[in-house]
Every structure is written in C-alpha cells, then in structure tokens.
C-alpha cells in the first residue's frame, strides 16, 4: 500500500529543457516503442526533443543527424522492429577528439538531457562522455567555438539509459528490451521444426543468440522442453558427451520421436573451449547415428514486430527515462532505468556495468557458479528449473513418499496451463509422490475421472494451448459429497488447481467444507492461469500474456487496413469479463487512442471528448483511430452503441468500423512468456506441497485444517508469494470477479499520455534510485 502522499509530474516540468534521443549498438526489437514514449513523454512536459539518427555516429557528424521532433515523428513505429532512428557502430566515439565535435553539436542545439537505449557498450560510452563533459566544454570554449555563457549555462550532461538487447545480458535490469520478441522468434521456429522432426525421428540441434549471455539459449529450452541445453555461464561438467549420449538414447527408447538440444551462440566446456552445433551433430551422428540436422537462427532473433511485452516494457521504461532526466541533478550518477520484477527501477548505470563485467570475469577465470549468481535470481532460478524438469532420475534413486497429489484445470482454457501441468508432473515426481491427473476440473473429480499420470505422459506439453487435461467452469459446492469420496477411494493426499476466478472460488468451497468433511484437511493449492488475469493475489496470470498477443497482432493488423483508407476509427471489443487488464494493455501496446473498462467508469461526456480528440486528430497526418472496449465495461454503452456513436459524430471527418475478438483470444500456442511463467510458478507450488505433506502428516495420515494450507501462490510485484485464499477474501470484489485494487491501472494515464490527452500520473511508485549489490538474493523474483 502506499503510505505517502502521491506526487504528481505536474510540477515536474521540463519547460526550457531539451532531451535528445539515440539508440546505438545492435538493435531489438521494441526500441521504436522506447523512442515513442521518450518524444510523446517529452513532448507532454513542454521540453524539447531530437532525434540523433544512426547513433553515436550521428551525434559526431552532426547537421541533419540532430533533428527537433514532433508528436506526429513516432506516430506508427510502435509495431516496427529494429529501430527507425537507425543504429552504428562508432569509431570516431570512441576517440576524445570525437566526443568534442559531438560536445560542440548538442551544445548548439541547448541538448544537455541525454537518452541512450542499446547494450553495455553504449551505456559505459555515455558515462565516459557525462564525465568529461565540463572539460569537453572548457576545450572548446579555449578554441573559441562556443562562449564563456554556454560554459556556465550548459555545464552538466545528465545521461539516462535504457537497455536494448536481445540477449538479455545486463545486470541489474531483470528484462532488457527485445528479450520477450527474441524468445518469440526462437520458439515459433522450434514449435515449426518440432513437427517436421516428429515426421522423422530427428534430432535437431539449433544455435540461437547470445556470445556472452546464455539467457535466450536457457530460458528457449525451459519453454520447448529441449533435451539439452549449452550455455557459457554453466558448461557441462567432464565427460558430457557420454551422458548426453545416454539421455538422448533412453529418450528414443521412451519413444521419444524428437529431440532437441539448443547451443547458445558462446557455448564452452569447462576448460573454456567452444562447444559448437557442428561439434554437437557429429558427436550425436558418430556414437548413436542419428538422423541429425543443425539450425542457425541468426539474425531472425533480432527481427520481425516486438511482442506485446516488450511494446509495454519500452513504453513504461521511456516514460520513467523522462521522469529521471527531469529530475537529476549535478549529483545524481547517470543511471538505468528497468523493470524489477513487476515494478519500475532506477539503477546507477556503472554498478549495473561493473556486474555485467564481473559475469565475464568471472567465466574466463572458471568461476561458473558465481557467473551464475552474478546473472541474477531470474537467470537461476531458470537454470535450477531446468535441471529439474528435463532429466528423469532413475527409479531406484528417487525417495518414495507414498504421498499421492492430484493436479486438475478449473475455469475457461488459458494458454499454458498445459506447460504448468508438466512442471506439475515432474516435480511431483522428483519429489517421490505419486501424480493423479483429473480430467474435466471439479465436474470430472466428481464422476471419478482420475488416472496416475507419469514423466513421459505430459512430455511435449509444453507448447500445446488450451488444457490438455480438459477444463470446466463448475464449482465443488454441488459434489462435495462425491469429491469427498473420490478424494478417499484415491488417496488423494494434496490438491494442485490450475485455473482462474472458478479455481480460487472452488478453494474457497472446498476449505469451508472441511467442516463437514475431513477429506479436504489436506493442503491445497493454486495456480492463476486465466486470461482475463483477474485472480486477486496476482499480478499475472498464466494465458493473460498470450491473450494479449493476439489482441496486439489483431490490432495492428487492423490498423494497416486503414492506412490503406484514410480516415477510419475501429472499435475494438476484448474479453476479460469485468476486469479491463486485456483492453487497458491492449491500448497500451497496440498504441490506441482510447480504452474504456469497467474499473474507470465512463460516460456521455467522456464518449464527447474521445469523438473531439478523434476529430482533431484527423487533421493531422495520423488519420485513423483505435479504440479497445472491454465487453463488461457498461451495459449500457455497448459495442454496437458506442460505434453507432462515433459513426454518427464522426460524420463527414471520419467513418467508423468494429471488430469483436471473442474467443480467439483464449487460443494459439501459448508465448514465451507464458510457458515459462506456468512452468516456473508450477514447479514452485509443487514444492510448496511437498513441503506442507511432510508438515501435516501425522500418526500415519495427513491432516491440515489450518487456513495457511490453501493457499493461492501469486506474482506481487517483485515476489512470487503464497497467499492463504482466506486472506485474499478482503480484496476481492466478488460481484464483479476482480481484486479491488488492481497495479495496472496505474498505468492508465501512460496510455493516455501517449495518445495525447492531458491527464495526471502519480509518480510516487516511479523508481527511486537504488542499489545494484542490495537486491535480494535469495528472493523469488516474479521475472520469466
């Protein structure tokens, strides 16, 4: 909760300030979206804002390199990949005489406000540059090309980065720019060539990015449930080759027809020796002759449109840059702006690069475990995952608990449900228990439909949409009795429910049954998967991240059939019942001018001011117009009354189309995102039950009546925390299915800013700056 006042940037103003914007170093995918929110932010706080094109090069040569821009400049980048300002390496930068003649060219233009979105190189290039700044200036001053005046107004360089690049190789910042759409090119090509090689019993080994960073190259592989994994922060120990062999051989005798093991670009082995993909195929071909084939991804990581995740990603992290610049002062270190976890942070950019070095360092030198640390929880905490769920322990050395857990889907179906049921197999396994999968949720339980599941059962899962297991919106409350006796006849020591707002009221009928029935003393536990993400206790919910590609994908695909016709405003209806998460972000990553929920009522009036807003807009060059309706946000003001509405005041300026998503947005393979959320917070809740059994178990049976053993385990901000489903009764609205305070609407005036309407931002919640040493390390970070 917040305890302080709010502080609002009206009186942050960067009246007289000019800002400029560059990227540099390899491009990613979502700079556009950074560069977008940097100029309309900007813009909206009355400075001024440039454009320096082709990078630090461009800020050397100067002239038409260093352009004003204006609101309409970014109008229609969010969706394109790369970055539109362009990007270059630099030479003459990197030479002082360089920096000079870049000094002397922001100093005619009054720039002193610096924005740098690209890699570790670019940053520790601006610092350098922030650092000599007041000598550069002395230098020309001497030299008679600027004044005595300029000296003394322009004295200091304030310098914000943010940070772009795929491999995600960056300490401090839990998600660099262009990671999610990576993974998403990564994982579109393995959910391709895992169907060809089902065709043929292949072996595939793919190359993906990453010299340094073995991000991409691990967390690809948590999310197809590859075979074998190569990264330079945690090379395999002496003898791989052997036990590689042996894995993939017992695969194919598990009639496992495909295997797949993904090498990170800067694969070594433990002496520091490249592991190549050429090395890999030969050694599958040579010792067990299987048909194998090598894939270099290359550059297609880098392209195509960002995700829906790094369109938001950049657009909060361009709006907190501004509010960073507007306000540092002499004393404040150039720092970093990036998200932790769920919550924008602000990070002294040296300590962020020293880290970075320190992982480097650390791999020459062979210390692997502490390069692993020094990556950050996230990165562990994805390595620990891995290695638990991709090699099965041979019977004989796993502990038997005689523990029997059943795992069962509630709800609508939500894309990756099926990658936690997996996690939930396996680690149940790992563990010693024994797993029961319920087909069909509470209605299935009821009628018996319960069978043992096993390792090999939910290989594949993974990367399958919908639920696997079969999923049904149906309470308990009306089979108690028969899920009381299904739960004895089986044994069922610990429930496991993977669903939305059906699965956390189910838990709240099962525990107040415990009551009448003892069966249900047992611990119990949930995990959000919806894609409406309206499960109170959770930031996230598994399936929202997919819905919200979809919508995203549609949207931008409707937009381009208006810019074939002028003058054309959609109206857009998404799911997610009463909870305006999917329009809101929607908005927010499709780049819309208006999105109206539920969570902030709306009426004539404001219907008034969005159709002006539109009109005015169609005077301008950008002449067409989104806008997101969330289907519960009035009964009233429908989607066909809404669009009647516009078409009958947009006449003459504008004409007026609508599109209702429906359930496509429930569909698809499930994102990155989204596999490795469920399967991460899945495996965490398993353990979570192990760890409750051991607790309860008493004179040979099981008994937990306590509220902290039903519980809901949930992403909070920075933390992933379980939650007695008790305790989470306070901030439910049970009326209308959605937790009473909701984080993202926070973000509602970001969405606004962007599209041009005045309006306040708390920046209360925006990152102080902090320490990078002081974050925590045995904390469970919410990051995928």
Known sequence: AMDHQPKFFENLSGAGKAIAVLTSGGDAQGMNAAVRAVVRMGIYVNAKVYFIYEGYQGMVDGGDNIVEVSWESVSSILQVGGTVIGSARCKPFRTREGRLQAAFNLVQRGITNLCVIGGDGSLTGANLFREEWSGLLEELAQKGKIDAEAVKKYAYLNIVGMVGSIDNDFCGTDMTIGTDSALHRIIEVVDAIMTTAQSHQRTFVLEVMGRHCGYLALVSALACGADWVFIPEYPPEEGWEDSMCVKLSENRARKKRLNIIIVAEGAIDCHNKPITSEKVKDLVVQRLGFDTRVTIL??????????????????????????????????????????????????????????????QKAMDEGRFLEAVRLRGRSFENNLNTYKLLSHKKPDAELPKTNFNVAVLNVGAPAA??????????????????????????????????????????????????????????????????????????????????????????????????????????????????????????????????????????????????????????????????????????????????????????????ELQANVEHLTEKMKTSIQRGLVLRNENCNENYTTDFIYQLYSEEGKGVFDCRKNVLGHMQQGGAPSPFDRNFGTKISAKAMQWISKKLKETYRKGKVFANTEDSVCLLGMRRRNLVFQPVAELKNETDFVHRIPKEQWWLKLRPLMKILAKYKTSYDVSDSGQLEHVAMLPKEAETGAI
């Open 298 to 359: 290359g550059h297609v990581q880098r392209g195509g449109t960002p995700s829906a995740f790094d369109r938001i990603l950049a657009s909060r992290m361009g709006v907190e840059a501004v509010l960073a610049l507007l306000e540092a002062t002499p004393d404040t270190p150039a720092c970093v702006v990036s998200l932790s976890g769920n919550q924008a942070v602000r990070l002294p950019l040296m300590e962020c690069v020293q880290m970075t070095q320190e992982v």
């Open 416 to 605: 990756g449900m099926n990658a936690a049921v997996r996690a939930a197999v396996r680690v149940g396994m790992t563990e010693g228990h024994k797993i029961f999968a319920v087909i069909d949720g509470f209605e299935g339980f009821a009628r018996g439909k319960i069978k043992e599941i096993s390792w090999g059962d939910v290989g594949g899962w993974t990367g399958q949409g919908g639920s696997i297991l079969g999923t049904k919106r149906t309470l308990p409350a009306k089979y108690l009795e028969k899920i009381a006796d299904q739960m004895r006849t089986n044994n069922i020591n610990a429930l496991m429910v993977i669903g939305g707002f059906e699965a956390y009221l189910g838990l709240l009928e099962l525990s107040a049954a415990r009551e009448k029935y003892d069966e249900f003393c047992v611990p119990m536990v949930m995990v959000p998967a919806t894609v409406s993400n309206n499960v109170p206790g959770s930031d996230f919910s598994i399936g929202a991240d997919t819905a919200l590609n979809t919508i995203t994908d549609t949207c931008d695909r409707i937009k381009q059939s208006a810019s074939g016709t002028k003058r054309r405003v959609f109206i857009i209806e998404t799911m997610g019942g009463y909870c305006g998460y999917l329009a809101n972000m929607g908005a927010l990553a499709a780049g819309a001018d208006a999105a109206y929920i539920f969570e902030e009522q709306f009426d004539i009036r």
